[in-house]
C-alpha cells in the first residue's frame, strides 16, 4: 500500500495481493504478496496458471515475494522454485522491538556540520529537497545517474500526501543520506533509508531513521517495521542497534 501511493494499484486477489504499476514494467513495482493458496495440487497448478496469465495480460514478468512464516501452501517456494522461479536477492523484514533504542534526535547529539530536516508536507520540503533525496537514493542503490529524475517526479507526487514523511540528512549543506516513512493502519513502514557512499560510516543513515520514526508518529501505538536485503550486514547490524528484530527472510521469486 506504500509503495502505491504515487499512482500505482493494489488489487485484493482475495488469496493474494498485487502491486502493479501501469508505467513502469520493473518488477519491484509489479509483484504479488501474501499468498494464501490451497495445498491440493490440481488446485495450487491451477491458481498458479492463473497467476502467470494475469501477469502475461499485463506485460509483466511473474514476480512473487513470499512472506518469511506466513505462506499458504507452508512449502510454496518450494512448489514455485519447481517450476522455474529464481531468487534474485531476498530479505528481511524486521520491526522495531525496542523503542527505547530508537529515541527522538536530540540536538545535542548532532554534529555542527551535520543538519537533519524532516519534510511532512510540500511546505516543508526547500527549493532543492526533492531532487537532493533523489539523487541520494540513486547513488546509495545504485541507480543510474539518469534515474534521479524518475525518482524526483515519484517524490513530488507523495510529498503531498498525509500519510508520508521524508528526511534528509546533510554535511555542510550537501544532501548524505535519507528515509522515509509511511504510516496507516497502525503500521509505520519505513523505506528508501540510505547513504551516498562519501558519508557512509558516521551514522548519518541512524539519524536519518531515528528522526523518520519520530515524525511519522510511530513508535507510540504502532508498529513499526522495515525490510533490509540479505547479505546487507551493515545495515541489518545499524538496524538491530536501534532495537528492530528480524521476523525471518523471505526469497524474492522471479519466473526466468
Not at 547529539?109 to 537532493?132: R, S, Y
Request: charged share 20%; with cysteine; aromatic share 6%.
Amino acid at each position: 500500500m506504500a509503495h502505491a501511493i504515487p499512482g500505482r494499484t493494489v488489487r485484493d486477489l482475495g488469496d493474494a495481493l498485487v502491486l502493479h504499476d501501469p508505467r513502469d514494467a520493473d518488477p519491484f513495482w509489479n509483484r504479488m504478496v501474501s499468498l494464501r493458496w490451497p495445498g491440493e495440487p490440481a488446485a495450487f497448478d491451477h491458481r498458479l496458471n492463473e497467476a502467470i496469465t494475469m501477469f502475461a495480460l499485463d506485460g509483466r514478468q511473474p514476480h512473487i515475494w513470499p512472506s518469511p512464516d506466513h505462506n499458504a501452501p507452508s512449502d510454496l517456494v518450494g512448489r514455485l522454485a519447481a517450476v522455474g522461479f529464481r531468487d534474485v536477492g531476498g530479505g528481511h523484514v524486521m520491526i522495531l522491538t525496542d523503542p527505547s533504542a530508537c529515541p527522538p534526535l536530540d540536538d545535542r547529539e548532532i554534529d555542527p556540520h551535520v543538519t537533519v530536516t524532516g519534510i511532512c508536507g510540500a511546505a516543508d520540503a526547500g527549493e532543492d529537497d526533492i531532487d537532493d533525496i533523489a539523487a541520494v537514493l540513486a547513488e546509495s542503490f545504485g541507480a543510474s545517474p539518469d534515474r534521479a529524475s524518475e525518482l524526483a517526479l515519484d517524490l513530488r507526487a507523495i510529498v503531498g500526501d498525509s500519510r508520508v514523511s521524508l528526511v534528509l540528512v546533510r554535511v555542510d549543506g550537501q544532501a548524505a543520506a535519507v528515509a522515509k516513512a509511511t504510516g496507516f493502519d497502525g503500521f509505520v513502514y519505513l523505506s528508501s533509508i540510505g547513504t551516498r557512499e562519501a558519508y557512509r560510516g558516521r551514522g548519518l543513515a541512524a539519524l536519518a531513521t531515528r528522526h523518520a520514526v519520530a515524525i511519522s508518529g510511530g513508535p507510540a501505538g504502532a508498529i513499526v517495521y522495515l525490510g533490509v536485503f540479505t547479505g546487507n550486514a551493515p545495515a541489518i547490524r545499524l538496524y538491530e542497534r536501534l532495537g528492530f528484530a528480524s521476523t525471518g527472510e523471505a526469497p524474492d521469486l522471479l519466473l526466468g
